[in-house]
């Protein structure tokens, strides 16, 4: 059963940092590419960062400079540090997991940022 589960969400000022964390398991971790995502209220989800199994990395164009995506196979985990924030940066963040044809996404973590 695969698993995705997120943390590190939470409430923080414009101009500050947060860490998320994804776990995941039952999934063949290091082919897999990694990725997060997010969706405003009234918004569709959209890309933020996705990394492959190589360490290859993608950014939207709105969080370059800002959000750096890492992962660490031996713990089957995902990062993503995001500093400089804005309050159009408020989501709900998901973790996703992409293999072939198998798409997983965990179940999302708010991020709000405060003007």
């Known amino acids: 059963q695969v698993q995705l589960v997120e943390s590190g969400g939470g409430l923080v000022q414009a101009g500050g940092s947060v860490r998320l964390s994804c776990s995941a398991s039952?999934?063949?971790?290091?082919?897999?590419?990694m990725g997060w995502y997010r969706q405003a209220p009234g918004k569709v989800r959209e890309l933020v960062a996705v990394?492959?199994?190589?360490?290859?990395?993608t950014y939207a164009d709105s969080v370059k400079g800002r959000f750096t995506i890492s992962r660490d196979n031996a713990k089957k985990a995902v990062y993503l540090q995001m500093n400089s924030l804005k309050p159009e940066d408020t989501a709900v963040y998901y973790c996703?997991?992409?293999?072939?044809?198998?798409?997983?996404w965990g179940q999302g973590t708010q991020v709000t940022v405060s003007s």
């Open positions: 990394i492959t199994g190589g360490g290859s990395t």
């Open positions: 996703n997991a992409w293999m072939a044809t198998n798409d997983y």
């Open positions: 039952g999934i063949f971790f290091s082919m897999s590419r």
